[in-house]
């Protein structure tokens, strides 16, 4: 009974960290689509996909690297792979130099949030 009850409170609070890095990742998204969208003036569709495309980055590079004892170079190596994965998507809807205001924007926004 004990070891049943210890594995619901362990299960318990994974689940709640779980839901904190989503909302974390949904929030960093949200504020990413919105600026670009905004410094761009793109339309809501735009806006969207810029949105689901930092969704599937954050997600995949999560996937990728939570919990799994990488170091700071293999961490490096995925977040390069994912910014060149970001662009390839982005480049399926914009050209070129939209893609890369985008781009540029999303970085501005970082640094000044840093």
């Known amino acids: 009974m004990k070891n049943s009850i210890k594995i619901f409170v362990l ?3 994974f689940s709640f ?3 904190a890095q989503n909302g974390y990742q949904i929030k960093k998204a949200t504020s990413f689509s919105q600026h670009a ?6 339309s809501d569709e735009d806006q969207k996909f810029i949105y689901d495309a930092y969704i599937a980055k954050f997600m995949n590079d ?3 690297i939570f919990e799994k004892g990488l170091s700071n170079e293999e961490r490096k190596a995925i977040y390069k792979a994912s910014s060149k994965q970001i662009r390839k998507s982005m480049r399926v809807r914009f050209d070129q130099p939209t ?3 985008i781009m540029n924007s999303v970085l501005e926004l970082q640094k000044k949030n840093q």
């Open 17 to 19: 960290n779980s839901n």
């Open 62 to 64: 999560r996937e990728k």
């Open 11 to 13: 299960l318990l609070l």
């Open 37 to 42: 969208a905004s410094q761009l003036e793109l």
């Open 99 to 101: 893609t890369a205001a």
